[in-house]
C-alpha cells in the first residue's frame, strides 16, 4: 500500500516516521528548519505561476479555473459506452476519458481468435472509424476534452479521433484529445506493449510532430508515474521516472530539427495520489519544480509554457482495498483532498469496487459527486497554494527534490530511460519493492484499515453490485465488423495500407497515412499488423 | 520429511491472454520461490497453447495464473480442456487475480485446484500450492 512506517512505543506514542520515499519526519517543525535547508522563496518557490512554478501554474490557481473532471469510462459497445459519457457529462462532468477493451489496446481486432472472452471486457471495442462514429455521436467535441486510454496503437486512435471529428463537422483545430502514448511507462507498470522500444519511441514522436503542425489543441503524450506507482515505485521514483521518460521522447522530436518550445508545452502527465497526504503535496510540488528546471536548463525551453507541469492527478487504484470495499470511497476523497492540494489540472479516482468489477453507473457516479464535493464544499478553490510556507512542507518538498534528483541521476547513469528499460533494470526494481511493500502488509508493519487493522474476520462475503458482462458484445461487434468490410472500398484499404507501410519503412511521419487509412475504414488490427511487420515486437527481458 | 518432498515443487506462472497488469504475478512469484519453490515466470501476453508448451518443457507441477481483466471464466475452460487433450493430469491449476467470490466455485467446477482472490496472504497461496502439489 506504500503508505508510512511508523515506530511506536508501548503506550502507542509515535517514535519514529519514515515515508515511502525513505524520508524522516521530525515530530515539530519550525524557522530553523527552512534556515537549515536554505530556503530561498524567490528561487525554491516563486509566486504562483512564477518560475519554478513549485506553487502551481496559474497566478489564481483554481479561481480561474477548477480542475476538470474526467472519469475513466467505456465498456462493452461504443453505444453502451456513448451512454454512459453523455450520464457523465449530463451529471456535470467536464472531460471524458476513453476505456478501450484488451484486444483494442493490443492492435487485435473483435473478430481474432486470439481475443474471444476479452472483446468489451474492460473497455470500449474499437475496430474501425465507424466505432468512434457511435461512441462520440452527440458528443460536443470543440467543447469537450477527450482522454484517450491506449498506448502501444495511440497513433492509430489519434488518427481515428481527427477522422471522426472531421465526419461531424468539427475541424481539426478544434478538437482536443489526449491520447496516453506513453509506451516506457506500459513496459514498466501495465504490460499494453506491442513494438520494441526504439520503434515504439519513433511512433510517440510521430504523434508529437503532427500534433504541433496539425493538432494543435491536442497533448499527444500523457507521460504515467503513475502505473510506474502502482507497480511499486515510491514516489520520488514516480517522478524522477516520468521525468527521464519525457526526456526520451523529447530527445526523438528534437532530433527531427524542432526547438523544445515548439512541443514541450502540449505534454501532460499523469500521476497517482495514495499514501501519505504530505509525501503527495510535497512531490507534486517539487516534480513540477523539476519538471520546469529540466526543461529550462537541459533543453532550453524559453516560452515559460514549455515548463508547466501539466497534469492528471487521482486515481489511487493501489490505495484502495478489497476488503470493505466503502471504505474505498472515504479513502478517494481524502485522494481528492490531495491532488486538489497539490494543484491538479484534472482529477479523476478509481471507483470503490474496482477489485471487483468494471465501475456500475453508481459507483462511477459516487466517484464523480466525490471530486465535486471537495470541490464546492470544503473551501480548495479559496486560494492558490494553500499549503505554502509551512515550516513542514516547505521543507519536505525541498527534501523529496534532492530524492527526486536522486531517482533521475539512477536512470541517467544508464543512459537513458529507454535503455534502463530494454534492459529491464526499472521493472526489476519496481517488482522487488512492490514485494516488500506486499509482506510489510501482510506482517502489519503497513497498516490498512479493515485489511490488518480493525479487521472485520466474521465479513466473508462483499455485497457489492458486479458490472455484467455481456458476452453478446462479441457478436454485435463482429457483425459491425463485417458490415463496414463489406461496405468499404477494398481497392482504397489496400491502398492506403501499402502506403502506411512504405512511410514506416522510409521514417516518414505516419500519421497522414494512418489518416487516410482510418478515413477508409482499415481496422485496427491491418494498420497494426503493418507497423508489427515493419518493426516487430518486443521482446520482454527476464527480471524474475 | 519423506524421500518424497526432496524435490522442490516447480510452479509455472503465468500471465494469459492480454491482460497486462503483472504486479500480482510477479509479487506472488517471488513469494513462491522464497518459499523454496522453483518459479518459472512466462511474461505476459501468452496464448494457452504457449502455457501449456511452456508447462511440459518445464515439467511443472502447478500452473499458477494470474488474470485480472475479468476473463477467468473463458480462459480457464480453455486451459483445462487443452491439458486434457494433452493428458496433463498431473499437472494442477491455481488462479489468482481479481476473481469474484461468486466464482470461485464456478472455476472449481471447471477443474480449477485452488482459487485465490486478490488480497489472499503469501503463506495462504504457499500452502495451498503444496497442498494441491502434494495431491499429484
Same mark, same amino acid.
Request: charged share 25%; glycine share 10%.
Given at each position: 500500500?506504500?503508505?508510512?512506517?511508523?515506530?511506536?512505543?508501548?503506550?502507542?506514542?509515535?517514535?519514529?516516521?519514515?515515508?515511502?520515499?525513505?524520508?524522516?519526519?521530525?515530530?515539530?517543525?519550525?524557522?530553523?528548519?527552512?534556515?537549515?535547508?536554505?530556503?530561498?522563496?524567490?528561487?525554491?518557490?516563486?509566486?504562483?505561476?512564477?518560475?519554478?512554478?513549485?506553487?502551481?501554474?496559474?497566478?489564481?490557481?483554481?479561481?480561474?479555473?477548477?480542475?476538470?473532471?474526467?472519469?475513466?469510462?467505456?465498456?462493452?459497445?461504443?453505444?453502451?459506452?456513448?451512454?454512459?459519457?453523455?450520464?457523465?457529462?449530463?451529471?456535470?462532468?467536464?472531460?471524458?476519458?476513453?476505456?478501450?477493451?484488451?484486444?483494442?489496446?493490443?492492435?487485435?481486432?473483435?473478430?481474432?481468435?486470439?481475443?474471444?472472452?476479452?472483446?468489451?471486457?474492460?473497455?470500449?471495442?474499437?475496430?474501425?472509424?465507424?466505432?468512434?462514429?457511435?461512441?462520440?455521436?452527440?458528443?460536443?467535441?470543440?467543447?469537450?476534452?477527450?482522454?484517450?486510454?491506449?498506448?502501444?496503437?495511440?497513433?492509430?486512435?489519434?488518427?481515428?479521433?481527427?477522422?471522426?471529428?472531421?465526419?461531424?463537422?468539427?475541424?481539426?483545430?478544434?478538437?482536443?484529445?489526449?491520447?496516453?502514448?506513453?509506451?516506457?511507462?506500459?513496459?514498466?507498470?501495465?504490460?499494453?506493449?506491442?513494438?520494441?522500444?526504439?520503434?515504439?519511441?519513433?511512433?510517440?514522436?510521430?504523434?508529437?510532430?503532427?500534433?504541433?503542425?496539425?493538432?494543435?489543441?491536442?497533448?499527444?503524450?500523457?507521460?504515467?508515474?503513475?502505473?510506474?506507482?502502482?507497480?511499486?515505485?515510491?514516489?520520488?521514483?514516480?517522478?524522477?521516472?516520468?521525468?527521464?521518460?519525457?526526456?526520451?521522447?523529447?530527445?526523438?522530436?528534437?532530433?527531427?530539427?524542432?526547438?523544445?518550445?515548439?512541443?514541450?508545452?502540449?505534454?501532460?502527465?499523469? #500521476?497517482?495520489?495514495?499514501?501519505?497526504?504530505?509525501?503527495?503535496?510535497?512531490?507534486?510540488?517539487?516534480?513540477?519544480?523539476?519538471?520546469?528546471?529540466?526543461?529550462?536548463?537541459?533543453?532550453?525551453?524559453?516560452?515559460?509554457?514549455?515548463?508547466?507541469?501539466?497534469?492528471?492527478?487521482?486515481?489511487?487504484?493501489?490505495?484502495?482495498?478489497?476488503?470493505?470495499?466503502?471504505?474505498?470511497?472515504?479513502?478517494?476523497?481524502?485522494?481528492?483532498?490531495?491532488?486538489?492540494?497539490?494543484?491538479?489540472?484534472?482529477?479523476?479516482?478509481?471507483?470503490?469496487?474496482?477489485?471487483?468489477?468494471?465501475?456500475?453507473?453508481?459507483?462511477?457516479?459516487?466517484?464523480?459527486?466525490?471530486?465535486?464535493?471537495?470541490?464546492?464544499?470544503?473551501?480548495?478553490?479559496?486560494?492558490?497554494?494553500?499549503?505554502?510556507?509551512?515550516? #513542514?512542507?516547505?521543507?519536505?518538498?525541498?527534501?523529496?527534490?534532492?530524492?527526486?534528483?536522486?531517482?533521475?541521476?539512477?536512470?541517467?547513469?544508464?543512459?537513458?530511460?529507454?535503455?534502463?528499460?530494454?534492459?529491464?533494470?526499472?521493472?526489476?526494481?519496481?517488482a522487488q519493492?512492490a514485494y516488500?511493500?506486499e509482506k510489510?502488509?501482510?506482517?502489519?508493519?503497513?497498516?490498512?484499515?479493515?485489511?490488518?487493522?480493525?479487521?472485520?474476520?466474521?465479513?466473508?462475503?462483499?455485497?457489492?453490485?458486479?458490472?455484467?458482462?455481456?458476452?453478446?458484445?462479441?457478436?454485435?461487434?463482429?457483425?459491425?465488423?463485417?458490415?463496414?468490410?463489406?461496405?468499404?472500398?477494398?481497392?482504397?484499404?489496400?491502398?492506403?495500407?501499402?502506403?502506411?507501410?512504405?512511410?514506416?519503412?522510409?521514417?516518414?511521419?505516419?500519421?497522414?497515412?494512418?489518416?487516410?487509412?482510418?478515413?477508409?475504414?482499415?481496422?485496427?488490427?491491418?494498420?497494426?499488423?503493418?507497423?508489427?511487420?515493419?518493426?516487430?515486437?518486443?521482446?520482454?527481458?527476464?527480471?524474475i | 520429511?519423506?524421500?518424497?518432498?526432496?524435490?522442490?515443487?516447480?510452479?509455472?506462472?503465468?500471465?494469459?491472454?492480454?491482460?497486462?497488469?503483472?504486479?500480482?504475478?510477479k509479487v506472488v512469484a517471488q513469494a513462491l520461490k522464497e518459499?523454496?519453490?522453483?518459479v518459472?515466470?512466462?511474461?505476459?501476453?501468452?496464448?494457452?497453447?504457449?502455457?501449456?508448451?511452456?508447462?511440459?518443457?518445464?515439467?511443472?507441477?502447478?500452473?499458477?495464473?494470474?488474470?485480472?481483466?475479468?476473463?477467468?471464466?473463458?480462459?480457464?475452460?480453455?486451459?483445462?480442456?487443452?491439458?486434457?487433450?494433452?493428458?496433463?493430469?498431473?499437472?494442477?491449476?491455481?488462479?489468482?487475480?481479481?476473481?469474484?467470490?461468486?466464482?470461485?466455485?464456478?472455476?472449481?467446477?471447471?477443474?480449477?485446484?485452488?482459487?485465490?482472490?486478490?488480497?489472499?496472504?503469501f503463506?495462504?497461496?504457499?500452502?495451498?500450492?503444496?497442498?494441491?502439489?502434494?495431491?499429484?
Amino acid at each position: 500500500m506504500g503508505v508510512a512506517y511508523y515506530t511506536k512505543d508501548e503506550k502507542d506514542r509515535v517514535l519514529e516516521v519514515t515515508y515511502q520515499s525513505g524520508l524522516k519526519v521530525k515530530p515539530v517543525y519550525g524557522p530553523e528548519d527552512l534556515k537549515e535547508i536554505g530556503f530561498d522563496y524567490e528561487k525554491d518557490l516563486g509566486d504562483p505561476g512564477q518560475y519554478p512554478y513549485t506553487r502551481g501554474i496559474h497566478p489564481q490557481g483554481y479561481r480561474t479555473r477548477a480542475w476538470t473532471t474526467r472519469q475513466y469510462t467505456g465498456f462493452g459497445t461504443p453505444a453502451e459506452t456513448n451512454e454512459r459519457f453523455k450520464l457523465m457529462i449530463a451529471h456535470g462532468q467536464t472531460g471524458l476519458n476513453v476505456a478501450f477493451d484488451l484486444p483494442t489496446q493490443m492492435g487485435y481486432d473483435s473478430d481474432n481468435p486470439r481475443v474471444a472472452g476479452e472483446v468489451g471486457r474492460v473497455g470500449m471495442a474499437v475496430d474501425t472509424l465507424r466505432d468512434f462514429e457511435i461512441a462520440f455521436k452527440d458528443i460536443p467535441l470543440d467543447k469537450i476534452g477527450v482522454g484517450l486510454t491506449i498506448n502501444a496503437v495511440a497513433s492509430i486512435m489519434l488518427a481515428m479521433f481527427q477522422a471522426v471529428a472531421e465526419k461531424y463537422g468539427y475541424k481539426k483545430e478544434q478538437i482536443s484529445a489526449t491520447p496516453q502514448n506513453d509506451i516506457l511507462k506500459e513496459i514498466i507498470g501495465r504490460g499494453m506493449w506491442i513494438f520494441p522500444v526504439r520503434p515504439s519511441i519513433r511512433l510517440i514522436g510521430d504523434t508529437i510532430e503532427y500534433s504541433m503542425n496539425e493538432l494543435p489543441r491536442c497533448n499527444p503524450v500523457s507521460i504515467c508515474g503513475y502505473h510506474i506507482r502502482e507497480s511499486g515505485a515510491t514516489p520520488a521514483q514516480e517522478i524522477g521516472f516520468a521525468i527521464q521518460i519525457a526526456n526520451a521522447y523529447i530527445d526523438n522530436v528534437l532530433e527531427r530539427g524542432y526547438h523544445i518550445d515548439d512541443f514541450v508545452r502540449r505534454f501532460s502527465f499523469n #500521476f497517482n495520489v495514495f499514501g501519505n497526504l504530505w509525501e503527495q503535496v510535497a512531490k507534486f510540488r517539487a516534480g513540477r519544480k523539476l519538471w520546469a528546471k529540466n526543461v529550462k536548463e537541459k533543453y532550453g525551453a524559453e516560452n515559460p509554457k514549455s515548463m508547466f507541469l501539466r497534469g492528471l492527478f487521482g486515481g489511487g487504484g493501489y490505495g484502495l482495498t478489497k476488503k470493505e470495499p466503502e471504505n474505498n470511497i472515504v479513502r478517494g476523497a481524502f485522494y481528492a483532498l490531495a491532488a486538489a492540494l497539490s494543484g491538479a489540472q484534472t482529477i479523476a479516482l478509481c471507483s470503490y469496487d474496482e477489485a471487483y468489477t468494471i465501475p456500475t453507473p453508481h459507483s462511477a457516479l459516487l466517484s464523480l459527486r466525490t471530486l465535486q464535493i471537495v470541490m464546492e464544499e470544503v473551501g480548495l478553490r479559496d486560494t492558490v497554494d494553500p499549503l505554502a510556507g509551512s515550516y #513542514f512542507i516547505e521543507t519536505l518538498t525541498k527534501q523529496m527534490e534532492e530524492k527526486i534528483v536522486e531517482e533521475m541521476e539512477r536512470i541517467e547513469k544508464m543512459g537513458g530511460m529507454a535503455e534502463a528499460v530494454e534492459q529491464g533494470f526499472v521493472q526489476k526494481l519496481v517488482a522487488q519493492q512492490a514485494y516488500q511493500f506486499e509482506k510489510d502488509l501482510q506482517t502489519g508493519k503497513l497498516k490498512k484499515v479493515g485489511v490488518n487493522l480493525y479487521a472485520d474476520e466474521s465479513k466473508k462475503e462483499e455485497d457489492v453490485e458486479l458490472h455484467e458482462y455481456d458476452p453478446s458484445v462479441i457478436d454485435q461487434q463482429i457483425e459491425r465488423l463485417k458490415e463496414v468490410k463489406r461496405e468499404r472500398n477494398d481497392k482504397d484499404v489496400s491502398n492506403a495500407l501499402k502506403d502506411l507501410k512504405k512511410a514506416a519503412e522510409e521514417g516518414k511521419n505516419v500519421m497522414p497515412y494512418l489518416v487516410t487509412a482510418v478515413k477508409a475504414y482499415a481496422t485496427v488490427q491491418e494498420m497494426t499488423d503493418v507497423f508489427r511487420e515493419v518493426f516487430g515486437e518486443f521482446n520482454e527481458p527476464r527480471i524474475i | 520429511m519423506g524421500t518424497g518432498s526432496d524435490r522442490k515443487i516447480r510452479v509455472l506462472v503465468a500471465k494469459p491472454g492480454l491482460d497486462g497488469h503483472d504486479r500480482g504475478a510477479k509479487v506472488v512469484a517471488q513469494a513462491l520461490k522464497e518459499a523454496g519453490m522453483e518459479v518459472i515466470y512466462t511474461g505476459l501476453h501468452q496464448t494457452i497453447d504457449q502455457i501449456i508448451q511452456t508447462a511440459l518443457q518445464e515439467g511443472v507441477d502447478v500452473i499458477g495464473l494470474s488474470i485480472l481483466s475479468g476473463a477467468h471464466l473463458p480462459i480457464c475452460e480453455e486451459l483445462i480442456k487443452k491439458m486434457k487433450e494433452k493428458g496433463m493430469d498431473d499437472v494442477k491449476v491455481a488462479v489468482g487475480g481479481v476473481i469474484p467470490n461468486r466464482d470461485v466455485e464456478k472455476l472449481k467446477a471447471l477443474g480449477v485446484d485452488a482459487v485465490f482472490p486478490g488480497g489472499t496472504p503469501f503463506d495462504m497461496i504457499v500452502e495451498g500450492i503444496r497442498e494441491i502439489a502434494e495431491k499429484r
